[in-house]
């Protein structure tokens, strides 16, 4: 393997040139179908086939002549998969709807045993769930009604600093005051 990235690359892109140059030869000489699919190391992709054919044809034939089938393999593999997938999914199905109290009728004592078991751990942790969230809200809104009854103080002593009276009713009936003196003055 060549280490220095740089030189990698070119030596791919020079090789690949001349393996395609030589594709393009067999074809057209020996009037081979030729098929050649590649990947660099940074995922690009290049492909020749010959003017004739295409690629499926020619996996196609590559199949008749090995006695065998690309797809048939993985298409079982996936299969195997979906079955096993399906199979999941109708024994969760099964579990929901028996965790909601249906389709209990076919559960012996101990499964219908350990489903309660089961039912009550979930209970419980709902419940702590629930009791955790109040507990949240609760303090929440406690530092809040803090809050505000400490605002509310600072307004009322702030109010409290304001009412000293700047002018008002001053009974000065000692030295009477005669309004109409004042009338008299303009």
Known sequence: RIENATNRQVTYSK?????????????????????????????KYHEFCS?????KRIFDRYQQAIGTSLW?????????TLSHLKDINRNLRTEIRQRMGEDLDGLEFEELRGLEQNVDAALKEVRQRKYHVISTQT????????????????????????????????????????????????
């Open 51 to 55: 003017p004739a054919t295409d690629i």
């Open 139 to 186: 303090e929440t809104y406690k530092k809040k009604v803090k809050h505000s009854q400490e605002a509310n103080r600072n307004l009322l002593q702030e109010l409290g600093m304001r009412e000293e009276p700047a002018f008002g009713f001053v009974d000065n009936t000692a030295g009477g005051w005669d309004g109409g003196a004042a009338a008299d003055m303009y």
């Open 15 to 43: 090789r690949r040139t001349g393996i395609m140059k030589k594709a393009r030869e067999l074809t057209v000489l020996c009037d081979a179908q030729v098929a050649i699919i590649m990947f660099s190391s940074t995922g």
């Open 72 to 80: 048939v393999e993985q298409y079982e593999n996936m299969q195997r």
